[in-house]
């Protein structure tokens, strides 16, 4: 699963994607990943010209964040209404997936 909102999006006053990787966390899934995207834009921004960038000419306060997540599907079903509650404005797709390795560096 992926998980594209803004670096400003907020959920009950904390950021929204440190609130969503904490329900994963206490829901037992296996891991996640939060990426910061140097740019890009979406539904919000499409039309008006608005690129959210980390050009120093013009540092956006709202860049992309993308969380991933690869977890048993049914895990994935049972959290998505959560997910639909706590994400206002984004994009969440599914998609499936093949591991070939998943271990600790022990």
Do not use: C
């Not at 992926?2 to 609130?19: C, F, M, N, T, V």
């Not at 969503?20 to 899934?29: A, C, D, K, S």
């Amino acid at each position: 699963m992926r998980i594209h909102i803004g670096e400003s999006d907020r959920w009950q006053s904390k950021p929204l994607y440190q609130a969503i990787v904490e329900l994963f966390r206490h829901e037992g899934f296996s891991g996640v990943t939060v990426l910061r995207g140097v740019g890009g834009y979406g539904s919000s921004s499409r039309g008006r010209g608005l690129y959210h960038t980390t050009n120093i000419l013009r540092l956006s306060q709202d860049l992309p964040i993308v969380i991933e997540v690869v977890e048993y599907s049914e895990r994935i079903e049972k959290i998505l209404p959560r997910l639909d509650e706590m994400v206002a404005g984004g994009l969440i797709t599914l998609e499936k997936v093949r591991v070939i390795l998943y271990r600790s560096a022990k």
